[in-house]
């Protein structure tokens, strides 16, 4: 999932996120930040389910609350990420603490000056002393414009670490083999495809459809060629997904040798299609082994394909497909079957 927003957007997301932040009992860093940048934002529909239902409580979210919603619903961003942006976004707030303490100060300093004239100016013959009110005016607006400044710098410093941590974010959404999305970003992007289908459950073509391919013989491919040889008809199989997914479908690689493409706005006879036209490219390449430039090795898979049914559960749609794809496996492999 890529944050696509504009800067005046973000800062909305921001100003709407930081209440939240202070609200409940996590700390102010980056994991609690991205986090309810992605609530308010409305982006991340899960997440904002699981929130909701922890907040039904009336409960402040703890520390452990937070980074078990960003575990499970985000991303994972290594140590030495999650170190170095939390260190930037702690800076950040501190400089803004300090400007702000500062303009505060020398705002009460300046209505204490008030203070003290409006006393003066009620004895007999007082004057009132400009030189003192002058100089508190002076020091009251370069603490306010100090202010403004920090303010400023920090917007484009926090819109800089926003776009760190979407990068940290996207590559921990994509499998570092075949660059495909994976096993995490496709469960979201399934989570959010059935939450908006829900107007058309009665229009069967409107109903998403889910393709789980397996390479066929995996293992005795890696024990005759090798691991490396093992990753490269990975690749290739990822390849071709890459090269037949379009628009909203997400094609990732599910786990090993196993694959799955989810078509949002594709009927089940289109979904056919497209799972023997990628079978039956597959079929017809040739994978060169290392080594040896001429050596070429025959690859196949095996699909099965289903669509949704209205109301069912997530599980039980992956299910029925992972069953129609084990189907085309007992049926002797290199072939597509449909879900009952």
Not at 202 to 223: A, E, G, R, S, T
Not at 262 to 283: N, S, V
Request: charged share 25%; glycine share 6%.
């Amino acid at each position: 999932m890529k944050y696509n927003h504009t800067k005046v957007e973000s800062a909305e997301y921001l100003r709407l996120a930081l209440p939240h932040m202070s609200k409940h009992d996590a700390p102010l860093n980056p994991i609690s930040y991205a986090v309810w940048y992605e609530y308010v934002s409305g982006m991340n529909h899960a997440l904002k389910v699981a929130i909701d239902t922890l907040l039904v409580r009336n409960m402040p979210l703890t520390t452990d609350d937070i980074q078990s919603l960003f575990n499970r619903h985000i991303a994972d961003i290594d140590s030495d990420t999650v170190a170095a942006i939390s260190e930037q976004f702690q800076r950040i707030l501190g400089g803004i603490s300090t400007s702000t303490g500062e303009a505060a100060k020398e705002a009460d300093q300046f209505g204490k000056t008030l203070l003290d004239i409006e006393k003066n100016s009620a004895l007999p013959g007082a004057t009132i002393d400009l030189k003192t009110l002058i100089k508190s005016t002076q020091a009251m607006h370069a603490a306010t414009v100090a202010l403004q400044t920090k303010l400023t710098e920090s917007q484009s410093e926090i819109a800089a670490l926003r776009e760190e941590v979407s990068r940290a974010r996207d590559a921990s959404m994509m499998d570092a083999l075949t660059g495909l999305n994976n096993r995490r970003s496709f469960d979201q992007s399934l989570a959010k495809c059935l939450a908006e289908i829900k107007n058309e459950k009665n229009d069967p073509d409107k109903l998403p459809c889910l393709l789980m391919c397996d390479i066929d013989h995996f293992k005795l491919v890696n024990d005759s060629y090798g691991h490396l040889f093992g990753d490269r008809v990975i690749r290739a199989v990822a390849n071709v997904l890459t090269a037949n997914v379009k628009g909203q479908d997400t094609a990732a690689r599910y786990g090993g040798e196993e694959f799955v493409v989810l078509l949002p706005d594709t009927p089940l006879e289109g979904a056919h299609i497209l799972a023997e036209k990628i079978r039956r490219t597959i079929e017809l390449g040739r994978i060169k082994k290392g080594g040896n430039e001429d050596a070429t090795t025959k690859v196949t898979i095996s699909l099965g394909v289903a669509r949704y049914m209205p109301d069912e559960t997530v599980s039980s749609f992956i299910e029925r497909t992972d069953k129609a794809l084990y189907k085309a496996k007992r049926a002797g492999r290199n072939q597509v079957c449909l879900a009952t």
